[in-house]
């Protein structure tokens, strides 16, 4: 069994251009999270993917979206990146039927700067 | 809204000490409470979890026990080690909505 693995790990970017955050899942996990988390800060939810489809989303501007393939995997895009951008994003996944007391699976992060 | 409120760091303690990290939220309904932590470069890991009042989650040495009245949920270990040393995070799942909402992290130093 795989963990949640993200790519790439880290990343270089120059304000206005946009970039594409890759997650795959745990296996047999269908559901997957995104959230920011700013240097020294808690991680601040993005949004949820549930079966293709976004299930939730926290207070983040329509210029950060995503995607959720078949297989469970999923992206991240996030176009016109501010300097305030920068930061780790993390992708969680969870099991099927993930409820309030199921565990979220955390990946290792991609360290995003803009310059 | 629902927020979750942590005691700041870093704490500094020396190896074998005893550890408190205070934690405190505000949630309407009954949340599930959760402490998790982060080494050096990587994600973050559950450390234990509460799903109700009076609850006692425990793993590793670690236990927090979720109080209704208070609205906390200290994370305690009677003897820490170097390698506890990390960043916690106290975070809650709010009734009926599937996000985690994460305190400000409190970051540990175990000296030897």
């Known amino acids: 069994e795989t963990g949640v693995t993200q790519s790439p790990t880290h990343l270089i970017k120059t304000r206005g251009q946009q970039v594409t955050l890759r997650c795959s899942s745990q296996s047999g996990h269908n559901t997957v999270s995104w959230y920011q988390q700013a240097l020294g800060q808690g991680p601040q939810f993005i949004f949820q993917y549930y079966r293709e489809e976004e299930n939730g989303r926290g207070n983040f501007p329509p210029r950060f979206s995503g995607l959720q393939f078949p297989n469970y995997s999923s992206e991240l895009n996030v176009n016109a990146l501010e300097l305030d951008d920068s930061a780790l994003y993390l992708c969680?996944?969870?099991?099927?039927?993930?409820?309030?007391?199921?565990?979220?699976?955390f990946g290792q992060g991609t360290r995003l700067t803009v310059v | 809204g629902n927020s979750v409120t942590q005691m700041e760091g870093p704490v500094t303690l020396s190896e074998e000490a005893f550890l408190t990290i205070n934690c405190t939220y505000t949630a309407t309904g009954y949340p599930s409470l959760f402490w998790y932590v982060q080494y050096p470069g990587e994600g973050l890991q559950l450390l234990l979890k509460a799903t109700k009042a009076d609850d006692k989650g425990s793993n590793k040495g670690f236990e927090a026990t979720y109080r209704k009245e208070t609205t906390s949920f200290h994370l305690e270990k009677g003897s820490v080690q170097v390698s506890d040393s990390a960043v916690y995070f106290c975070?809650?799942?709010?009734?009926?909505?599937?996000?985690?909402?994460f305190g400000s992290g409190t970051r540990l130093q175990v000296q030897p």
């Open positions: 975070a809650l799942r709010y009734t009926g909505r599937r996000a985690l909402t």
């Open positions: 969680a996944s969870g099991p099927r039927g993930e409820g309030e007391n199921t565990e979220a699976f």
